[in-house]
């Protein structure tokens, strides 16, 4: 299991993708600020998402975490 440490803001952006995105199978888990990718296929599911909420978010003009999120998640 790949795991990582997150921002206050980086976690809360972590948090609203996974609550949205994924309804019964979440690819990671956030305690505190870590968060845990679940199996083998977790962390590339996970980036997949914050990746489309991030191009979402630059689409709109909105300035969010989750670029500099899916880099984070690229180079574990």
Same mark, same amino acid.
């Given at each position: 299991m790949a795991w990582m440490r997150l921002t206050?803001?980086? &976690? #809360?952006? #972590?948090?609203? %993708? +996974?609550d949205t995105h994924f309804e019964e199978? &979440?690819?990671?888990?956030?305690?505190? @600020?870590v968060i845990t990718f679940v199996g083998d296929d977790g962390k590339q599911e996970? +980036?997949?998402a914050v990746g489309n909420e #991030?191009?979402?978010d630059?689409?709109?003009g909105a300035r969010t975490v989750g %670029?500099? +999120?899916? @880099?984070k998640i690229r180079e574990l």
């Open positions: 206050d803001r980086e &976690k #809360a952006y #972590a948090e609203w %993708v +996974l199978q &979440k690819p990671a888990m956030i305690d505190r @600020n996970f +980036l997949e #991030a191009a979402y630059r689409s709109c %670029v500099r +999120l899916t @880099n």
